[in-house]
């Protein structure tokens, strides 16, 4: 097995407290069974891959749910900072967030190619953001200072902190937020 780790960050999946943005436009339960479906679905099929380990970074801590991937509590602190700390675990990782249905082991592979010829990959996302974030051995100090997150700055502010660090751009995938977003996925094939 290799010792490349994706960490799948996640929020337990509780009613009320996943995809809020999302939730104020088609409810709680939808939100919770969208939110539900992708975890199980990205465990599922990039957890049987044995090109890397798969580990499930959690939100609260200390939850406990049976995913079936090894999880780990992402800790305190802002979203950059816990990202930090999940990705400075592992000497090559990528780190990906639930909400991308067009999320699969190819995009995985692609961003651990990637990170043969570049320091760092990132998935730009079509909002601003981005949907991957991967490391080599080589790291800046502080990946995600100053960050305004869950804005269209996001990647822009990210990439501002990598000066002369070689980065790698896989291609532009949808997250989903918003009612309209998650209307896009479900038209898409396997959506």
Do not use: C
């Not at 190619?113 to 790291?139: I, K, N, S």
Request: hydrophobic share 45%; no cysteine; net charge positive.
């Amino acid at each position: 097995m290799t010792g490349d780790v994706v960490i799948l960050f996640a929020r337990l999946p509780r009613l009320g407290t996943v995809k809020r943005r999302l939730a104020r436009e088609v409810g709680d339960v939808a939100a919770l069974r969208f939110h539900r479906t992708q975890v199980a679905r990205l465990v599922r099929q990039l957890g049987r891959d044995r090109r890397w380990r798969l580990e499930l970074a959690v939100t609260p801590d200390r939850t406990r749910w049976p995913s079936g991937a090894p999880m780990r509590d992402q800790g305190g602190g802002d979203l950059g900072r816990r990202m930090a700390r999940a990705l400075g675990r592992h000497r090559r990782a990528v780190l990906v967030g639930s909400d991308i249905p067009g999320l699969g082991p190819a995009e995985i592979a692609a961003a651990f190619r990637a990170l043969g010829r570049a320091d760092a990959v990132f998935g730009p996302a079509e909002d601003g953001g981005y949907w991957l974030v991967g490391f080599g051995p080589r790291r800046v100090e502080r990946p995600f200072a100053g960050v305004r997150w869950s804005t269209e700055h996001a990647l822009a502010d990210t990439l501002a902190n990598f000066g002369q660090v070689r980065v790698a751009l896989l291609r532009r995938l949808r997250d989903v937020d918003t009612a309209a977003d998650l209307k896009e996925a479900a038209g898409r094939p396997g959506g």
